[in-house]
């Protein structure tokens, strides 16, 4: 499946901001899906990652209780809806998908066979 991630932006610490990730060339359901980031001069990092069918989801403790994952099937479509944005959220995000394995074993990059191009994310302080 082809994936390409967008709303990303600038904005101030304390913000929020909903990324989208629309599948397109099959549909991405029956696989887990996720997000990852990367920050200046820094390793990927996992982010969040959902089930197939959105009925679980787990977070890196740095967004838990801030970020929100969410997949809409019918329509081919991941969302990470991040709240109270930190200026240690800067990155670009990206959007994953296409992991066969049970969910607590999606979590590094390996795991997930489609990634698509990131999206930058800004927050000043």
């Known amino acids: 499946v082809q994936l390409q991630a967008s709303g990303g932006g600038s904005v101030q610490a304390g913000a929020s901001l909903r990324l989208s990730c629309a599948g397109s060339g099959r549909a991405f359901s029956g696989y887990g899906m996720g997000w990852f980031r990367q920050a200046p001069g820094k390793k990927y990092e996992f982010v969040a990652a959902i089930n197939w069918n959105g009925g679980d989801t787990q977070y890196s403790e740095s967004v838990k209780g801030r970020f929100t994952i969410s997949r809409d099937n019918y329509k081919n479509f991941l969302y990470l809806q991040m709240n109270n944005l930190e200026p240690e959220d800067t990155a670009v995000y990206y959007c994953?998908?296409?992991?066969?394995?049970?969910?607590?074993?999606?979590?590094?990059?390996?795991?997930?066979?489609?990634w698509g191009p990131g999206t930058l994310v800004t927050v000043s302080s």
């Open positions: 994953t998908g296409d992991c066969s394995k049970a969910l607590r074993y999606c979590r590094e990059g390996v795991d997930f066979r489609s």
